[in-house]
């Protein structure tokens, strides 16, 4: 049986353009939080990312779900050790416990949507990364001290979000 229309949640419309998106400055990449899970019940998030050319994170793995498609540019994934290039208009899914990464080879900025199935990914990034005005501003200018104290907040926060680093 489907349960009764829950009139406490609203349509949500995801507009990156929209004043009042998020965007955090991540590993030099600038991650914009479309739909939080916040919004969706915990169900899922989707996190738009903006990914410098050579950029990306270091491997890693978690018992979630992690869909991308590809809008712009060219990005190989490592996925079990093997590398898969995913090139504009393909989607890519990485299954829950799956060691993985993924690089930016367009020789240009690329962008993808990043589906994640339970969310929580969305909330990792707002606590480990660094809130900033908007798609086109400038990373933060961290000092030396304060990129090793984002990497062991991350590595300290990882478990608490399903995450390891590999």
């Known amino acids: 049986m489907i349960p009764d229309d829950d009139l406490s949640r609203s349509l949500t419309v995801?507009?990156?353009g929209d004043p009042g998106t998020t965007y955090v400055s991540l590993v030099g990449n600038t991650y914009a939080m479309?739909?939080?899970?916040?919004?969706?019940?915990g169900r899922y998030c989707l996190i738009d990312m903006r990914v410098p050319d050579g950029g990306g994170p270091p491997p890693h793995r978690h018992d979630f779900e992690e869909m991308?498609?590809?809008?712009?540019?060219?990005?190989?994934?490592?996925f079990r050790?093997?590398?898969?290039?995913?090139?504009?208009?393909?989607?890519?899914?990485?299954?829950a416990n799956a060691p993985h990464n993924?690089?930016?080879?367009?020789?240009?900025?690329?962008?993808?949507?990043?589906?994640?199935?339970?969310a929580g990914q969305d909330e990792y990034f707002l606590r480990i990364g660094d809130v900033i005005a908007g798609a086109d501003a400038p990373p933060p200018q961290l000092t030396q001290d304060e990129?090793?104290?984002?990497?062991?907040r991350a590595?300290?926060?990882a478990a608490d979000y399903r995450s390891e680093f590999i």
């Open 14 to 16: 995801a507009d990156p």
């Open 34 to 41: 479309l739909i939080t899970g916040e919004q969706t019940n």
């Open 68 to 78: 991308f498609t590809i809008l712009e540019g060219e990005i190989e994934f490592m």
């Open 81 to 95: 050790g093997e590398k898969h290039t995913v090139r504009a208009g393909s989607t890519i899914n990485i299954p």
């Open 102 to 118: 993924f690089r930016n080879v367009s020789g240009a900025p690329a962008r993808m949507l990043c589906m994640c199935t339970p």
């Open 147 to 152: 990129l090793m104290q984002r990497r062991r």
């Open 155 to 157: 590595a300290e926060l």
